[in-house]
């Protein structure tokens, strides 16, 4: 018995033949390893939770990002599971009970705020992680990001060689740290291009969709209406989309979009706008890959990616 269990668990102490021949014997079986026994024996339950808010600027976000997770624990005994991340509730609650339960040994989330309770409430349990999105703590952390001021500053460029000045951009909520890398971004690069910006107060990326447009078909309506808009996901792009058709403006010639997106949905819509694309399959690849890291002990600064845009215009 002692040999079988070292040989099913990759034992090198055990001759490689053995190793294979018990594989077989295993895979012949159909035989399974009882979760509940390997978590009693090693107290290690081989999950992975990812906290995950399902109302997102993307379309299929879920599916992108849990099939990049899948990709990188393809083989190592990891699944993952997806437990809800309610974003007007209090956020640390779910990550201390996943925790204290012992409900998995890494945890992966996105949305991250400045002064990120869940950041800091991990990092002190020295529990493993790796979150989507960077926070303004010193202590280094693991984390996966997406360069949200290049996309501003980029987005913004196009607009301004097409000779836009008057540029809108809807930014999630305050709170979270990509709104003030996004607000950066937009804001530096308006400046120095010598044209005017506009931050609504009144709605945000988290707004319902319909609300929004109904806000940005006013504001289209306007005499000092602007003439380009930034949009951070796909959902605000379709939503622009909308507002601008809606408005009777012609899109190529009263105003121009450019849009974040991570799906191929663009690709079906008429007229073509600018895109800059956010690889969100890369992305859970890369976190789950992280994650992995962090269990095994590597220092979390080393554990820290950020990608970069990627243009889809000339």
């Known amino acids: 018995m002692t040999t079988v269990s070292r ?9 490689a033949a053995t190793r294979a021949l018990v594989a077989e014997a295993a895979r012949l079986q159909g035989y399974v390893p009882d979760r509940a026994a390997q978590r009693l024996r090693t107290g290690r339950t081989k999950v992975v939770q990812l906290l995950l808010n399902l109302d997102h600027e993307f379309l299929g976000v879920a599916q992108d990002m849990i099939g990049g997770i899948s990709q990188a624990l393809a083989g190592t005994g990891y699944s993952v599971t997806i437990f809800p991340d309610i974003l007007r509730s209090d956020r640390l609650a779910a990550v201390r009970q996943i925790v204290e339960n012992r409900l998995g040994d890494g945890l992966i989330f996105n949305r991250t705020e400045p002064f ?9 349990q020295g529990f493993p992680f790796v979150c989507h999105g960077r926070t303004e703590f010193v202590t280094p952390h693991p984390f996966v990001d997406y360069d949200n001021e290049s996309f501003a500053r980029q987005a913004l460029a196009r607009l301004v060689a097409k000779g836009r000045e008057r540029v809108l951009i809807v930014l999630p909520p305050a709170r979270y740290t990509f709104h003030q890398h996004l607000r950066y971004g937009v804001v ?5 291009a010598g044209i005017t910006w506009e931050i609504p107060e009144t709605v945000t990326l988290d707004t319902p969709p319909d609300e929004t447009v109904e806000w940005m078909k006013g504001r289209l309506a306007a005499p000092d209406r602007p003439d380009g808009i930034i949009c951070v996901g796909e959902v605000a792009a379709i939503g622009a989309l909308a507002a601008v058709a ?3 403006l012609r899109l190529g010639q009263d105003i121009d979009i ?3 997106r991570a799906s191929a949905i663009f690709g079906l819509l008429r007229p073509r ?4 694309f956010e690889d969100l ?3 859970g690849r890369a976190m789950g890959e992280t994650l992995l890291r962090s269990m095994a002990g590597e220092p979390p600064e080393t554990l820290q990616i950020l990608h970069a845009p990627k243009v889809e215009f000339d």
């Open 7 to 15: 040989a099913l668990a990759n034992d090198p102490r055990i001759a």
């Open 116 to 124: 990120d309770p869940r950041v800091r409430y991990l990092s002190e």
């Open 188 to 192: 530096s690069a308006a400046r120095a």
């Open 246 to 248: 809606d408005s009777g």
């Open 258 to 260: 450019v849009a974040k």
């Open 273 to 276: 706008i600018d895109t800059m």
């Open 281 to 283: 399959r890369e992305t």
